[in-house]
């Protein structure tokens, strides 16, 4: 039986989903969770692919039964493994005949096995057709780098609201020091799934709690339409003191490979100055870290402001502490919207 990508996704909650396409397929772009179950290798798949081009379809049909034929044994056996309660879901690129040829052979194995229709294309349409459809009530918390936002955006999960870590998404935190202490970055293609896979978890009877981005987030970038919803959103800056920023980054860095750090300083030179970076790169190698994170304070204040300037949200709030405590601070936050929803209503 054949699913559209919508009820596919349902399945794939309580059901383990094969992704029979090449691992160069998946690496560049799957569906959040699906087990990567290669029919072909990369090898295989570009040596099948050009006999269907050169030769035809019989041709490389033949030639892929030959690839697949001494694997099927250990197809079987993985995916009786793999199953629960006997079940399956199973795709690859068009929902053709990788996923079809998969489906025949484990369904002859007595496993119980769905299909995505349209395959994985298919599912990349309702991804990039989510992003439109979807309503949802955005709350953006900004503010100046090191006022914790990220740490603040946990502490409002914390106290049960919802919230989209679209940096935790990214694996990365957005600035030139971003990369510090992240894995790998998912390819563009990966991070919208990631995003719409996140978004498909939240109810839209309930706002949703965002830190404010720029557009890209180190090597991804946020999808236009969400990119808008974000813009359009009601954006709550948050303010604490200087020492309480500086603090954040120490917490975050400090314990960073100091060649790190250096890296991320020389990649803001021509804004920082020559002055101002020799002077960071001197106190790093005397390990003062502290004098070092003001410098770069210094650099993303003036970057802070002039997003702030030219921000278009149609409801921007300034929000002022005396102290850095996240969870006091979601506190305050969560009042501050419940209150102003209160007001509207």
């Known amino acids: ?49 050009t006999a269907y081009k050169q030769q035809g379809r019989d041709t490389a049909f033949e030639l892929g039964l030959r690839f697949v034929g001494p694997k099927m044994e250990d197809f079987v056996k993985s995916a009786r493994k793999i199953a629960r ?39 990349r349409q309702h991804v990039l ?21 990220t740490k603040i ?25 971003g990369f510090i202490g992240e894995l790998p970055q998912p390819t563009v293609e990966q991070f919208e799934n990631n995003l719409f896979e ?12 965002i830190e404010n981005e720029s557009r890209s987030i180190g090597r991804v970038y946020i999808p236009d339409i969400f990119w808008a919803k974000m813009k359009n959103a009601p954006l709550l800056n948050v303010r604490i003191p200087l020492e ?7 917490e975050d860095y400090v314990l960073t490979d100091r060649s790190e750090l250096e890296i991320a300083f020389r990649r803001i030179e021509k804004k920082l100055g020559g002055l101002k970076l020799k002077q960071a790169l001197e106190f790093l190698e005397k390990g003062e870290y502290e004098p070092a994170a003001r410098i770069a304070l210094e650099y993303y204040d003036k970057t802070y402001q002039y997003g702030l300037d030219t921000n278009t949200s149609p409801d921007i709030r300034m929000l002022e502490f005396d102290h850095g405590d996240p969870g006091k601070i979601a506190e305050a936050l969560i009042q501050f919207c ?3 929803q209160q007001t509207k209503t």
Not at 97 to 103: D, K, L, T, V, Y
Not at 155 to 176: M, P, R, V
Request: aromatic share 8%.
């Open 85 to 123: 309660n006997g079940k399956l879901g199973v795709h690859c690129w068009r929902g053709g005949q990788r996923s079809g040829a998969m489906a025949w052979l484990l369904r002859q194995a007595g496993l119980d096995v769905q299909t995505l229709e349209g395959g994985y294309k298919a599912y």
């Open 153 to 177: 955006l946990h502490a409002l999960k914390n106290a049960g609201e919802q919230i989209i870590d679209l940096e935790g998404i990214a694996h990365h935190k957005g600035s030139a020091f």
């Open 1 to 49: 039986m054949k699913l559209a990508s919508q009820q596919f996704l349902l399945l794939r909650d309580e059901t383990p989903v094969l992704d029979v396409r090449s691992p160069g397929e998946y690496a560049q772009g799957h569906i959040p969770g699906a087990i990567s179950f290669p029919l072909f290798s990369v090898e295989e798949r570009a040596i099948v692919g």
């Open 198 to 209: 996140a978004i498909r978890q939240t109810s839209p009877k309930k706002r949703v709690w």
């Open 338 to 340: 419940n209150t102003a």
């Open 244 to 250: 309480a920023r500086v603090n954040n980054l120490l």
């Open 129 to 149: 057709d989510g992003f439109s459809e979807t309503e949802l009530q955005i709350a953006v918390v900004g503010g100046r780098t090191g006022s914790g936002k």
